[in-house]
């Protein structure tokens, strides 16, 4: 079993940044694929962002330019900066660990972009 939790959602005002983390226990986190997703409501969860074990990255549309995805593999943990949040980006975020044992998800996190 891998333990993945997410922290650092909260109220943002259109315009603002947040960062996300994601920490993930295990010995071989440096393997991991790491991932952001959301869900916001009504809709299906999405991908936002992934980082692969060699740090490769790629993003959803959505986020291009705005979102930046990261790990620290020293501390086992993964980011995703967000900047310039928009209302569409209210959402829970997600995070995914895809490892040899199979894919584990976090919680969730709430992320609100209002005024």
């Known amino acids: 079993q891998v333990q993945v939790v997410e922290s650092g959602g909260g109220l943002v005002q259109p315009g603002g940044s947040l960062r996300l983390s994601c920490a993930a226990s295990g010995s071989l986190f440096s393997s991991y694929i790491m991932g952001w997703y959301r869900r916001a409501p009504g809709n299906e969860r999405e991908l936002v962002a992934r980082i692969t074990s060699s740090g490769s990255t790629n993003y959803a549309d959505s986020g291009k330019g705005r979102f930046t995805i990261s790990r620290d593999n020293a501390k086992n943990t993964m980011y995703l900066q967000m900047n310039s949040l928009k209302p569409e980006d209210t959402a829970v975020y997600y995070c995914?660990?895809?490892?040899?044992?199979?894919?584990?998800w976090g919680q969730g996190t709430q992320v609100t972009v209002s005024s």
């Open positions: 995914n660990s895809r490892t040899f044992l199979g894919d584990f």
